[in-house]
């Protein structure tokens, strides 16, 4: 099964596909529960079209989405007899206070806080959504004292952490914009050049100083090929996502209907 799924994705999403057949093979032969750590949008599509492939009819997936809306995501792979226990998604739910008079934090400081104080792995790290006055970040259950007790200071700042409850967090929404534009070709620099009207040789600066990821996936090769669905992230600039591909222009361009995400 695992060389016919590996056609499907990069080379570079094999490790993933690995340990997700070795969570279903230990659910279907153990009868046991496998929580996840938090998995962004690709991975979780990965997670999916595997247990499709392996037709494991008898195991179900649950999402943390049903505590709370959020891109990383944790799930539970199941027998189909469990019944489900919200706290078998071990989530918990962080709020950052800090003197908004003073300071404004950013996603990155808070991030770059959290794993260098703590060493702990990104994966036990949800989503953070920072707010005027305050921030909140989830968290893997089993990490909520250690970053209580390391965290007192971000970016210089004094911050404050606290438990709350996963329900009272406040979504930041995305702004969504649509457009469609004509590309030589799908290499990420060009596509980079093209979107934000930026020269190839200033998008090739973005890729080569670590700054854009692809399908969360930091890349620093500028011909690397890009496809449909594909999410670009650029750091400090937004997130693009190529919706479909509309065929070739009478001058042979390849026309690409895109998302433009950014965040209020």
């Known amino acids: 099964m695992a060389n016919d799924i590996y056609q499907h994705f990069r080379p570079s999403e094999r490790l993933f596909i690995d340990k997700v057949t070795d969570w279903i093979d230990k659910v279907s032969a153990t009868y046991s529960i496998v929580t996840t750590d938090f998995l962004n949008p690709r991975e979780c599509y990965i997670l999916q079209t595997v247990l499709n492939q392996a037709k494991q009819q008898d195991i179900h997936l649950y999402s943390s989405t049903m505590i709370a809306e959020t891109e990383y995501v944790k799930l539970i792979i199941a ?20 003197a908004s008079k003073f300071v404004t934090l950013k996603h990155s ?4 806080t959290l794993l260098g104080e703590t060493g702990v792995d990104r994966a036990k790290i949800g989503d953070i959504t920072v707010h005027p006055s305050f921030a909140q970040v989830f968290v893997d259950q089993k990490m909520v004292s250690v970053f209580i007790e390391k965290i007192q200071k971000i970016a210089r700042s004094g911050v404050k ?30 596509v980079i050049a093209s979107i934000f009207n930026y020269s190839r040789s200033q998008a090739q600066k973005l890729i080569q100083s670590n700054k854009v990821k692809v399908n969360y996936a930091e890349v620093l090769r500028n011909d690397f090929e890009l496809f449909e669905t594909d999410l670009i ?27 433009i995400i950014s965040s209020k």
């Open 233 to 259: 992230s650029i750091r400090g600039f937004g997130r693009v996502k190529l919706l479909h591909n509309l065929g070739l222009t009478k001058k042979n361009k390849i026309r690409v209907e895109v998302q």
């Open 109 to 112: 400081q808070i991030l770059g």
């Open 161 to 190: 952490i606290s438990e709350i409850k996963p329900e009272q967090y406040v979504k930041v929404p995305d702004q969504l914009d649509y457009k469609t534009v004509s590309l030589s070709s799908l290499r990420l620099d060009k």
């Open 79 to 98: 027998p189909d007899y469990y019944q489900l226990s919200l706290s078998d998604f071990e989530l918990s739910c962080l709020q950052i206070g800090f």
